[in-house]
């Protein structure tokens, strides 16, 4: 079944559009408060697109996802109540009783080790806000986690150049099932340490 090469060939279009950049802030943000498709998405095809850019794309991806943190602890903090049927029904409810249980053991590196991994992000931001984190330990451990990722991210594209695009389009399908597959191994193996 090929699944991630259209999508791949549809995000490096919009990466060409020229509000891009506004497309990128825009899914960083919802990505890191409610919205399910990963930033790195957008982002790779970007630096590929425009390779003397990469800083300037991961910096707005780092600062509009540390913004969607922050309206992700805002929900968790005011609005939990009402999200929590919701939460309750849907596949994110294990991830957000093994997120509360990993911030009574760790507190904020919890938030960093989330922010840098392919674990979802939101998740943590809600549950951190439920959890009323302390604001500022959650902002720093966001912005160095998020960073982390989102530059190392850019810099392996901008590195990799022609070459690298050549081979993501023609391996892409063998990566993004990979990645699928990695992400429910180490999401699997993190919930069974936390019990």
């Given amino acids: ?14 990466s060409r559009h020229p509000h ?3 497309y990128l802030g825009a899914m960083s943000f919802a990505e890191s408060s409610f919205f399910p498709i990963p930033v790195d998405v957008m982002l790779a095809p970007m630096c590929l697109a425009d390779r003397g850019r990469w800083v300037r794309y991961a910096l707005i991806a780092t600062v509009f996802s540390v913004l969607g943190g922050l309206a992700g602890y805002a929900i968790g903090y005011g609005m939990f109540e ?3 049927p919701w939460l309750r029904q849907s596949h994110y409810w294990e991830s ?12 904020v590196l919890v938030v960093f080790v989330a922010g840098f991994s392919p ?14 984190l302390s ?5 720093i451990a966001s912005l160095v986690g998020r960073a982390a990722r989102f530059f190392l991210v850019a810099g392996l594209v901008r590195a990799g150049g022609p070459r690298f695009e050549a081979s993501l389009s023609k ?11 990695l992400a429910g191994v180490l999401i699997a193996w993190l919930m069974m340490r936390g019990q």
């Fill in 1 to 14: 079944m090929k699944l991630f090469g259209p999508l791949y060939e549809r995000v490096l279009a919009w």
């Fill in 20 to 22: 891009a950049e506004r």
């Fill in 82 to 84: 009402a999200i929590e």
């Fill in 96 to 107: 957000y009783e093994t997120s509360r249980r990993w911030f009574d053991a760790y507190g």
């Fill in 119 to 132: 674990i979802p992000y939101k998740v943590f931001t809600i549950a951190a806000g439920v959890a009323t």
């Fill in 135 to 139: 604001i500022p330990g959650f902002f």
């Fill in 171 to 181: 391996h892409i399908e063998r990566i993004g099932w990979a990645v699928v597959v």
